[in-house]
């Protein structure tokens, strides 16, 4: 038989579905992959329900249901004071991974250059990939994963053009300050590059802090394309319900690349999340407390085990330096903490293309049950 594809020649398993395997293998805690072991709200369940019994099953229009459309750009106004028109500007995708896909096989030409930060969320590198480009790492380096403006600068040739962020930034957990962000979007003005802000954690920040979207940054709204997913915020990964905000023209690319990948998106699932959106107002409160608590909660659990780091400020993820604890790097300890403590987490190594920072760390997941945690915490007692 003939090869398969040479554009996916050495893709692998997923990390994350290797890891969910194997914690199932061992019957292992798992908070290796990111995704509540929890249900979502009942309230929005119903709705979906309800909407499937309202006749709303057929396919929807393939820039995305006019509720949800509207729904989206309601809430970057009340939010962030941002304007997407959601005729032109908003794009419904099947979550947020379909978005990173799209937008990249939209701008991206053979040989162009993407700029990745690193640790990266994996289907950033596998899309540039696909799309013929060629993915250069810069690294936000450890402890407090910042970026060093002149590795930033340097990473930029003639064919760079595209920079891709994550803020709320997975795996390390770290909000990026206005002045950080500034920084990146300076050289992305100045370069003129295009920016792709992956943003699907951004009602995950704790302590305080108000997410800021790169658009709303200073001459940031016409170059930066946002990316958001329910699935983090309702705590329902599975619905996959997600979308892109952009000028006209990117938008215009993406739903061509997009027609042909899904052409639409479950339309009982748009309308129930566009009546969550609605909702958020009062639905986030809660739910910021509720990922507070088990972040608090599982911190204490980790530094009286004598894990030394500060505690994240986004997301659901938890970047642990092992190095007090072995000489293993990341993916030998994870199988150790897998087959011996019964304790699933993500060696970050996956994330990165340049340097080996990752080995020194261990990402665990906090979205799980009180339960799930408690009993991580005593299986990880016998280290
Ligand atoms: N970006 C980041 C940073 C993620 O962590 C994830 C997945 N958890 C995604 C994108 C993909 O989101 P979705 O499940 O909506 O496809
Ligand atoms: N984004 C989730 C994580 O970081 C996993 C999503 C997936 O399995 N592709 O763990």
Redesign the pocket.
């Known amino acids: 038989m003939k090869d398969t594809a040479l554009r996916i020649a050495g893709f692998k398993d997923s990390i994350f579905g290797v890891i969910s395997r194997l914690a199932r293998e061992n019957n292992a805690v798992n908070l290796g992959q990111?995704f509540p072991d929890f249900d979502g709200p009942d309230w929005l369940k119903d709705i979906a329900y309800k909407k499937m019994q309202e006749g709303h099953n057929q396919y929807a229009p393939f820039s995305g249901t006019p509720y949800l459309r509207q729904e989206v750009s309601n809430y970057y106004k009340k939010f962030y004071g941002l304007n997407y028109n959601p005729e032109s500007e908003i794009t419904i995708t099947v979550?947020?991974?379909e978005a990173?896909y799209l937008v990249i096989n939209a701008l991206i030409n053979p040989g162009d250059e993407v700029i990745v930060l690193e640790p990266f969320?994996d289907s950033y590198v596998a899309s540039i990939k696909m799309a013929g480009g060629i993915p250069v790492p810069v690294t936000m380096h450890a402890p407090d994963f910042t970026i060093d403006q002149k590795e930033l600068e340097a990473a930029v040739s003639p064919r760079t053009k595209l920079l891709i962020l994550?803020n709320p930034h997975?795996p390390t957990g770290k909000v990026w300050t206005k002045e950080e962000l500034t920084a990146v979007s300076l050289v992305a003005i100045k370069n003129d590059l295009y920016l792709l802000s992956?943003e699907?954690y951004e009602f995950l920040v704790f302590d305080g802090l108000k997410h800021l979207p790169t658009a709303a940054l200073e001459g940031m709204m016409e170059r930066t394309i946002t990316i958001s997913?329910a699935?983090k915020t309702f705590g329902l990964?599975g619905w996959?319900i997600?979308w892109i905000c952009a000028n006209q023209k990117i938008s215009n690319a993406c739903r061509l690349v997009h027609q042909y990948v899904t052409f639409a998106v479950s339309t009982p699932m748009q309308e129930a999340v566009a009546e969550g959106l609605k909702q958020l107002p009062s639905y986030l409160p809660g739910f910021v407390t509720l990922y507070k608590n088990k972040r608090d909660y599982f911190y204490q659990e980790l530094r009286s085990l004598g894990f030394e780091f500060s505690i994240p400020k986004g997301t659901y993820f938890m970047m642990v330096p092992i190095s007090k604890h072995t000489n293993l790097n990341d993916v030998d300890y994870s199988m150790k903490l897998i087959q011996e403590n019964k304790v699933a987490t993500v060696p970050p190594s996956a994330f990165y293309l340049k340097s080996t920072e990752g080995e020194k760390y261990l990402r665990f997941c906090f979205a799980k049950k009180d339960e799930t945690l408690k009993q991580a915490a005593i299986n990880l007692n016998s280290l």
């Open positions: 990111g979550g947020a991974t990173i969320y994550n997975n992956d699907v997913s699935g990964t996959k997600g």
